[in-house]
């Protein structure tokens, strides 16, 4: 089991930067591959980014590529979100989520490789 909580949401004006935390417990941090997702009111959750066990590889979505970064800290069994340049649009609550076994390169978009959720923390964005 993994229990993951999320922090450091807020209200930010567009233009400005958040860093989302997200500390895990339980099963080993370091052997899981971790992801963050959003979702916006009346939308589906979607993939935002994610990161690979040893931290090597990444992935992000095209509506975040190059303003935001995944990052993770297995010392700390902590993932982060940095995110830079933050529009109107990026408003959601946003999750993390963990992945029991190997992170699939042709799908690391898709929820149903991620097996651990956490509970959310919301990110408002105001023009």
């Known amino acids: 089991q993994v229990q993951l909580v999320e922090s450091g949401g807020g209200l930010v004006q567009a233009g400005g930067s958040l860093r989302l935390s997200c500390a895990a417990s339980?099963?080993?941090?370091?052997?899981?591959?971790m992801g963050w997702f959003r979702q916006a009111p009346g939308k589906e959750r979607e993939f935002v980014a994610a990161?690979?066990?040893?931290?090597?590889?990444?992935y992000y979505a095209d509506s975040v590529k190059g303003r935001f970064t995944i990052s993770r800290d297995n010392a700390k069994n902590t993932v982060y979100l940095q995110m830079n340049s933050l529009k109107p649009e990026d408003t959601a609550v946003y999750y993390c989520a963990a992945a029991a076994g190997p992170l699939p390169s042709a799908r690391y978009w898709s929820e149903s490789v991620y097996n651990y959720w956490g509970q959310g923390t919301q990110v408002t964005v105001s023009s």
């Open positions: 339980g099963r080993t941090f370091s052997s899981a591959a």
């Open positions: 990161i690979r066990r040893s931290g090597g590889i990444t």
